[in-house]
C-alpha cells in the first residue's frame, strides 16, 4: 500500500494581517497534483487544519473544491481522506460528507466519544477507509485523551484484517517527543503516545509544521528511510508561515507491504512559491533606522519575492513613521512582504531594579500592533493572567475579524454591479 502524506494546508490564511495566500496555495496545489499523477498513491491523506479559520470566506471554500476535484480527475482511482483539525469547523465538514463520497473523497469530521460507542452498532467504521491493498483509520482533531477508543477501532480492524494488510492511521494532535522548531504554539499540550493505542504500521500526524519522524531525529530531513512498523511521523504543514522555519518543507511518500513488516518514508521537498528572510542576511542587527531602510532597499534591488522581516538594535533611534517608510519601499514590489514584527536585539538589563519589572522604549510600544505583545511584556506583573488563553481568544477574534471584512467586500462588489446592471 501506498499513501502520499501531507497536512496543515491552512488554505484561505491571511498572513500578517495584510497578505493573502491564494496563489502560494495554487503553487503547492499544482506539485501536489503533480506528485499524485506521477507517484500514483493508493490515498492522498491530509491531516488536518484544511482551513485557516472555521468559516473561510465564499472564495476560499471554492478554491478547496478546485483543488481537490482537480487532483480527483487527475487520478479517479486514488482515495482521498481529509481529517478536521483545530482550525476547521466540524459541522461544515460534515455537511459535505456525502456529496464529496461521489469523488472517492472521505470528510472525517467529528471525533469518536463514548456516547457514539455506546448508542451506534460498529460505530468504528465511520473511521475506517478500506482499500484492497490496507487498511486507513482517520481521526480528526480531539480534545483530550481517548485511549479506549482509539484502541477500539484498532482492534476492530485487526479482526477483519485476516489478509495481514498494512494499516495506515492519521490523526491532528501533538505527541511528547515532537520537535516544535519555528513556530509560537501557545500552551502546547502533548499527548503519550501509547494513548494512541497499538495496531498500526504508519500513524501521519498534523498539527505540528516541521516535517519529522517522532523519536528518530538523526534521520531529520532524510529523503529515502526504511522503519520497523509501528512509524509515527509529522509530514509538516504545506508553507511556511514563519521566519523561524528554517527548515524544507515536504511530503510524505509511505510505503507498506503488510501488517507489521517494514515502512518506507521518502520526503519530497516543496518547492515554496515565497521565501522567508530575517535581514540582514548575515545575522547581524541594523544599528540605525537609516541602516534598515538601506537593508531593505538593497532586498529588493536582488530579491523580487520574499516576506521579509527585520533584526534591529534595541538602542536604535527609530522613527514612528518607520513602518511606513519600509512599506513605501516594498509597495511596487507584489511579492515582497513585510512582516513587521521586528526582532530587537542587545536590550539591556535594569541593573539598579531588583524588582525586573517590565519597561518599554516608546519605538518597541508603537511596533505593538498585536495586543498579545503588551501582554507577553507584563505577564511578570499580572502573574495571574493565562496568557495563552488570552491569545487563542485575540486570534479567534482577528480571524473572525478578517473574515466579516471578507464579506462586506463581497457584500459591497456584488451592490455594486446590482446598481450598474440596473
Not at 479517479?76 to 460534515?94: F, K, Y
Not at 463520497?101 to 466519544?113: D, E, G
Not at 480528526?140 to 492511521?169: C, H, W
Not at 512582516?339 to 519597561?359: A, L, M
Request: aromatic content about 10%.
Amino acid at each position: 500500500m501506498k499513501i502520499l502524506h501531507t497536512a496543515d494546508l491552512h488554505i484561505g490564511q491571511i498572513i500578517y494581517q495584510a497578505y493573502n495566500r491564494q496563489e502560494e496555495h495554487d503553487h503547492f496545489f499544482k506539485q501536489l497534483e503533480k506528485w499524485c499523477v506521477d507517484e500514483k498513491p493508493d490515498a492522498l491523506l491530509v491531516s488536518g487544519d484544511i482551513f485557516d479559520i472555521k468559516q473561510p470566506s465564499s472564495a476560499t471554500q471554492k478554491a478547496f473544491v478546485d483543488y481537490f476535484l482537480n487532483i480527483h480527475k487527475k487520478c479517479p482511482n486514488m482515495t482521498i481522506v481529509l481529517a478536521a483539525g483545530n482550525h476547521d469547523s466540524v459541522s461544515r465538514i460534515e455537511a459535505e460528507q456525502k456529496l464529496w463520497k461521489l469523488a472517492n473523497t472521505h470528510l472525517i469530521s467529528t471525533a469518536p466519544t463514548q456516547e457514539i460507542a455506546g448508542s451506534k452498532l460498529n460505530w468504528q467504521d465511520d473511521y475506517i477507509i478500506t482499500l484492497e491493498c490496507g487498511f486507513i483509520i482517520a481521526l480528526p482533531y480531539m480534545i483530550g485523551e481517548k485511549q479506549e477508543l482509539v484502541q477500539s477501532i484498532l482492534d476492530y480492524v485487526a479482526d477483519r484484517n485476516t489478509s495481514n494488510k498494512p494499516v495506515f492511521m492519521m490523526a491532528h494532535l501533538a505527541v511528547t517527543g515532537l520537535d516544535a522548531e519555528g513556530h509560537e504554539i501557545g500552551n502546547l499540550k502533548t499527548q503519550e503516545i501509547g494513548t494512541l493505542g497499538t495496531g498500526y504500521d504508519y500513524l501521519a500526524l498534523g498539527h505540528i509544521h516541521k516535517p519529522q519522524t517522532i523519536n528518530h531525529p538523526q534521520n531529520k530531513l532524510e529523503k529515502d528511510v526504511l522503519y520497523p512498523s509501528g512509524v509515527i511521523r509529522y509530514s509538516g504543514s504545506a508553507l511556511h508561515v514563519s521566519c523561524d522555519e528554517n527548515y524544507p518543507h515536504t511530503v510524505s511518500i509511505v510505503e507498506a507491504t503488510q501488517r507489521g513488516g517494514d515502512v518506507k518514508v521518502r520526503e519530497l521537498r516543496i518547492d515554496e512559491l515565497i521565501h522567508f528572510y530575517t535581514l540582514p542576511l548575515d545575522g547581524t542587527s541594523f544599528q540605525s533606522e537609516a541602516e534598515a531602510l538601506v537593508g531593505v532597499k538593497d532586498f529588493v534591488a536582488s530579491h523580487d519575492k520574499g516576506y521579509i522581516r527585520l533584526r534591529i538594535a534595541y538602542n536604535a533611534d527609530i522613527t514612528p513613521n518607520f513602518m511606513q517608510k519600509v512599506y513605501n519601499i516594498i509597495e511596487e514590489y507584489k511579492y515582497v512582504r513585510y512582516n513587521p514584527k521586528i526582532i530587537w536585539t542587545g536590550k539591556q538589563e535594569n541593573n539598579n531594579n531588583s524588582e525586573n519589572k517590565s519597561t518599554f522604549e516608546l519605538a518597541e510600544l508603537q511596533q505593538m500592533e498585536n495586543p498579545i505583545d503588551f501582554v507577553k511584556k507584563t505577564m511578570d506583573k499580572y502573574p495571574q493572567l493565562q496568557k495563552y488563553s488570552i491569545e487563542d481568544i485575540f486570534e479567534e477574534i482577528k480571524k473572525e475579524m478578517t473574515l466579516l471584512e471578507e464579506n462586506e467586500t463581497e457584500k459591497s462588489t456584488t451592490t455594486k454591479k446590482k446598481t450598474q446592471t440596473k
